[in-house]
């Protein structure tokens, strides 16, 4: 309050607060605390939608790939769900696996099995009868087959005769086939069988002879029958050794010796 004179002569002061500003204090104290609580919510349901969408497919798709990469399984595959941009990731990696299981297989067959005639070669006997051998259990015969014959078809009519007639033969003979045995082409017209399931000689010798007579079964190559005959040497393991490589080589003389008593028979590697 001022004088007469306008300088200031009283000064009135109120010390308690206005209501209509505690109340705004109070709405704007509120109004925080409000906006907190629900920001902390909102980034909440973020990490866990985060979580759920984006960070555990994530953590997932690493770990499927870990695994196959540990264990070597291209057959496995990743979870692939979802159209977005992790979906697809999924699904690429699973195409990519695809590729390279089919490529896998593929170099397995060039490795493992006679382009020719898609039989087992060398080295998957190899692996076949090391396999027997340190197992140690049962017996198992070991026939090495040589064509009779062979060569002679192959002048004759050409060597595509022949390929066809080799084909012809891996078929009908993996026909007289049991589960457990084994039928290799070495090369040429030389192959390898494993014959696991006999219980004596009597019946070891009925496959031989059954194997015999579907091999000099007629076969119709490029419109005409041809006949081959087969000279088989056959050695056994444990009775004639151990090792693959000398159980081969035994089976190899026996069979000379069968192509020399006249051909189109069969011998036993003898001491």
Known sequence: MNDLNGDPAATLSVQSKRIIYQKGQQAIFAFLITLLAVG?????????????????????????????RQSDRLSARVLARGKDEIGGLAKEINGMLSSLQAYQQQLSRQAFYDPLTHLPNRLLLMQKLDEITKKQDGHTAILFLDLD????????YGHACGDMLLVEVGRNVLRQLEEGDLFCR?????????????????ELLGKVHAVIREISRPVEVESRDVTVTVSIGISLYPDNGTDPEELIQKADEAMYRAKRAGKNLYDFYAF
């Open 40 to 68: 902390a919510i909102l980034l909440l349901a973020l990490y866990f939608a985060l979580d759920h969408l984006v960070v555990s497919r994530i953590v997932t798709l690493i770990e499927t790939i870990r695994y196959i």
């Open 186 to 202: 070495l090369g040429g017209d030389e192959f390898i069988m494993l014959l696991s399931n006999w219980a004596n000689r009597t």
């Open 149 to 156: 014959g062979f060569k002679e078809i192959n002048d004759t």
